[in-house]
């Protein structure tokens, strides 16, 4: 067996060769992040058969080697950057260089820290890139509905009542792309006004509500500022182009999350987009050897803090671990409290010892970590009743 260590960089990666024995074969050497760059460790490694090429997950720059090395067959293990500092931290010097960092993924190949790519892996790749882009684009949809309540607080404060708290309707948004202020509506025709409403709400809006939405804007307190209009009407636009991507989206992850055929989504409260942020974050399940580093991976183990006979009350969870995975399963946690027996009662009893709802729901992610662990693990659908 051959080992390949390559460190990751933006613009230059560095590989090295190593024997089972420990020689090195090929000392350290650049090569650009490009075609021609792989080309170059191809043909530095190609007349080495047996041979097993690994590299840290840092980010999104190895993806593009991965792809790369993955098509032309070659075996790939893949490692824990924690697993490489380790062995750093235990030298004497603790170095660290490109052609220093190549020899220590040698020796965690050697030691068998790692895991190897499989078709299912790539496929997980892909995954958590859409379901981090669909987090990401869903807070950038939320800050703009904000920024829309913020301009309506101003040109028109009195429409959140009238649409009974929300304003986020198809119906809302139709209403003030055309009349975006309360001294447009005002002037509106109130046949365009009632057509507008009444094909925008699937009916639910007569002429009896276009009457009265006239007259509430007649006695709006909101100012007339044209820029502001302008503004509304643009963030509108941007709304309407965040929902069609998001459910361009969700489409990609449920064609991914059918291929992939995941046990996950048997567990009540996990839909496709959670379910993919989970199974995507996680990775290969066989990294964990038990549900107490999974909990510690996305970051909901506790902070013990200890100190002679001091002992800390309360405990903070780490927060050391994926910030995705970690929202991934708060959110399930606390669908799941409504959705299922045993974590309904279990969440219960937490409460009845005098935990917030805070504290106690931290419980139930615990609980659902294990869980999420059998299941995986097992590949066995979720049947805790």
């Given at each position: 067996?051959?080992?390949i260590?390559?460190?990751?960089?933006k613009?230059k990666?560095f590989?090295?060769?190593?024997?089972?024995?420990?020689k090195?074969?090929?000392?350290?050497?650049?090569?650009?992040?490009?075609?021609?760059g792989?080309?170059?460790?191809?043909e530095?490694?190609?007349?080495?058969?047996d041979?097993?090429i690994?590299?840290?997950?840092?980010?999104?720059?190895?993806?593009?080697?991965?792809?790369?090395?993955?098509?032309?067959?070659?075996?790939?293990?893949?490692?824990?950057p924690?697993?490489?500092?380790?062995?750093?931290?235990?030298?004497?010097?603790?170095?660290?260089?490109?052609?220093?960092?190549?020899?220590?993924?040698?020796?965690?190949?050697m030691l068998k820290?790692?895991?190897?790519?499989?078709s299912?892996d790539?496929?997980?790749?892909?995954?958590r890139?859409?379901?981090?882009?669909?987090?990401e684009?869903?807070?950038?949809?939320t800050?703009?509905k904000?920024?829309?309540?913020?301009?309506?607080?101003i040109?028109?404060?009195?429409?959140?009542?009238?649409?009974?708290?929300?304003?986020h309707?198809?119906v809302?948004?139709a209403?003030?792309?055309?009349?975006?202020s309360?001294?447009?509506?005002?002037?509106?025709?109130?046949?365009?006004?009632?057509?507008l409403l009444?094909?925008?709400?699937?009916?639910?809006?007569?002429q009896d509500?276009?009457i009265?939405l006239?007259?509430?804007?007649?006695?709006?307190i909101?100012?007339?500022n044209p820029?502001i209009?302008?503004q509304i009407q643009?963030?509108?636009?941007?709304?309407?182009?965040?929902h069609?991507?998001?459910?361009?989206?969700?489409?990609?992850?449920?064609?991914?999350?059918?291929?992939?055929?995941?046990?996950?989504?048997?567990?009540p409260?996990?839909g496709?987009?959670?379910?993919?942020m989970?199974i995507?974050?996680?990775?290969?399940?066989?990294?964990?050897?038990?549900?107490?580093?999974?909990?510690?991976f996305?970051?909901?183990?506790?902070?013990?803090?200890?100190?002679?006979?001091f002992?800390?009350?309360t405990?903070k969870?780490?927060?050391?671990g994926?910030?995705?995975?970690?929202y991934?399963?708060y959110r399930v946690?606390?669908?799941?409290?409504?959705n299922n027996?045993t974590?309904?009662n279990?969440?219960?009893d937490?409460?009845?010892?005098?935990?917030?709802h805070?504290?106690?729901?931290g419980?139930?992610?615990?609980?659902l970590?294990?869980?999420?662990?059998?299941v995986?693990?097992?590949?066995?659908?979720?049947?805790l009743s």
């Amino acid at each position: 067996m051959v080992y390949i260590g390559i460190d990751i960089a933006k613009f230059k990666h560095f590989a090295s060769v190593v024997s089972s024995d420990g020689k090195v074969i090929v000392k350290p050497f650049p090569f650009e992040n490009s075609r021609q760059g792989f080309m170059k460790l191809v043909e530095e490694i190609e007349n080495f058969h047996d041979c097993l090429i690994g590299l840290e997950s840092t980010g999104h720059y190895a993806e593009n080697l991965i792809y790369f090395l993955y098509e032309r067959g070659y075996q790939i293990g893949v490692i824990n950057p924690i697993q490489t500092d380790a062995l750093r931290d235990s030298n004497i010097r603790k170095t660290k260089t490109d052609k220093v960092d190549t020899m220590l993924i040698v020796q965690c190949l050697m030691l068998k820290k790692y895991s190897l790519v499989t078709s299912q892996d790539i496929n997980i790749i892909k995954l958590r890139r859409l379901s981090r882009f669909r987090l990401e684009t869903v807070q950038q949809q939320t800050r703009i509905k904000t920024q829309l309540t913020g301009c309506l607080d101003i040109v028109f404060p009195e429409l959140s009542n009238f649409f009974k708290g929300n304003l986020h309707l198809k119906v809302s948004y139709a209403l003030l792309e055309k009349y975006p202020s309360a001294k447009a509506i005002s002037s509106a025709r109130i046949d365009g006004l009632t057509n507008l409403l009444y094909n925008n709400s699937k009916g639910r809006y007569h002429q009896d509500k276009a009457i009265q939405l006239k007259s509430l804007a007649k006695k709006s307190i909101g100012l007339n500022n044209p820029a502001i209009e302008l503004q509304i009407q643009c963030l509108i636009k941007q709304l309407r182009l965040y929902h069609k991507q998001i459910k361009e989206i969700d489409l990609a992850i449920m064609t991914l999350m059918e291929l992939l055929n995941s046990p996950i989504l048997t567990v009540p409260g996990v839909g496709y987009t959670l379910g993919a942020m989970i199974i995507s974050e996680i990775g290969d399940i066989k990294r964990f050897s038990n549900p107490s580093k999974l909990l510690a991976f996305a970051g909901l183990d506790p902070i013990v803090k200890q100190s002679g006979n001091f002992q800390a009350d309360t405990m903070k969870i780490s927060k050391r671990g994926s910030t995705y995975l970690r929202y991934a399963i708060y959110r399930v946690a606390f669908i799941i409290i409504y959705n299922n027996d045993t974590f309904h009662n279990y969440y219960l009893d937490k409460r009845a010892q005098g935990k917030s709802h805070r504290v106690a729901l931290g419980h139930v992610c615990n609980k659902l970590v294990r869980v999420i662990f059998k299941v995986l693990t097992d590949e066995t659908p979720f049947n805790l009743s």
